[in-house]
């Protein structure tokens, strides 16, 4: 009996470029798939990555909006970051001579990753860990999470509440006692003392206002004090 082998060393035919799932995302992005080489390479499915590249053609306008406008990088710090001359990045610029698409694929790059979004000259050396916590430049042990950053918001605007209830209760105060200084120096008729006595009543109220607030705030200090004894416990 002769047993008859396929022949495995036959290549399948691959699929048309691309796949309706890889057309589908090239639409909505509103990118279109223009490089022959790229379609080769990748006959079917395009990476995410892949389909972004695609976006812009490099060319000295592009190049320099992308420099200066959305990384704000100087001539200077732009070619020492890609490794080049300044007079290099210049002759790009001025079409001189055609924009590298790596080099401008990189900037791009830059500009969409997570640690350039992260970057601000107000937030300088804080960063987020491996572990996901935020962490503070000037004390490594003080890092946060999210759920901390919610709370330390929530007692800040109570304590900003309380500090204002106890403003507004001082200078209700302090006018009720120069009204009160005032009816002294008239008279001491009966009707007179009667209303000092009310004036009284009503500065022994906000008093109490104000004993409350401040036991309030020093509640709130203890909170604080607290969260961050167990920040730097759990470090």
């Keep these: 009996m002769v047993t008859i082998r396929k022949n495995t060393n036959i290549k399948s035919k691959p699929k048309p470029f691309p796949n309706e799932n890889t057309r589908w995302s090239y639409y909505m992005q509103a990118i279109e798939p223009t490089s022959k080489k790229i379609n080769e390479a990748w006959p079917e499915y395009h990476p995410l990555w892949v389909q972004q590249s695609q976006k812009i053609t490099p060319a000295a306008t592009q190049f320099t909006y992308m420099r200066q406008y959305m990384l704000e990088m100087?001539?200077?710090?732009?070619?020492?970051?890609?490794?080049?001359?300044?007079?290099?990045?210049?002759?790009?610029?001025?079409?001189?001579?055609?924009?590298?698409?790596?080099?401008?694929?990189?900037?791009?790059?830059?500009?969409?990753?997570?640690?350039?979004?992260?970057?601000?000259?107000?937030?300088?050396?804080?960063?987020?860990?491996?572990?996901?916590?935020?962490?503070?430049?000037?004390?490594?042990?003080?890092?946060?999470?999210?759920?901390?950053?919610?709370?330390?918001?929530?007692?800040?605007n109570a304590n900003r509440c309380y500090l204002m209830e106890y403003q507004k209760a001082a200078a209700k105060i302090t006018a009720l006692e120069a009204e009160?200084?005032?009816l002294k120096k008239a008279n001491y008729e009966d009707d007179l003392l009667t209303e000092m006595e009310d004036l009284q009543a009503k500065i022994q109220v906000l008093l109490n206002r104000?004993?409350?607030?401040?036991?309030?705030?020093?509640?709130?200090?203890?909170?604080?004090?607290?969260?961050?004894?167990?920040?730097?416990?759990?470090?």
């Design 74 to 156: 100087s001539v200077k710090q732009c070619a020492a970051y890609l490794r080049v001359t300044e007079r290099e990045i210049k002759m790009w610029e001025l079409d001189k001579r055609p924009v590298p698409f790596m080099a401008f694929e990189l900037l791009r790059l830059v500009h969409e990753s997570v640690h350039f979004r992260l970057s601000n000259k107000d937030w300088a050396g804080w960063f987020i860990g491996s572990n996901g916590r935020l962490t503070c430049p000037h004390r490594g042990n003080l890092t946060f999470e999210p759920n901390d950053l919610t709370m330390v918001r929530e007692v800040q």
């Design 180 to 182: 009160l200084v005032s």
């Design 210 to 235: 104000m004993n409350d607030a401040k036991a309030n705030h020093r509640k709130i200090k203890k909170i604080q004090a607290f969260h961050q004894k167990s920040y730097m416990t759990a470090e």
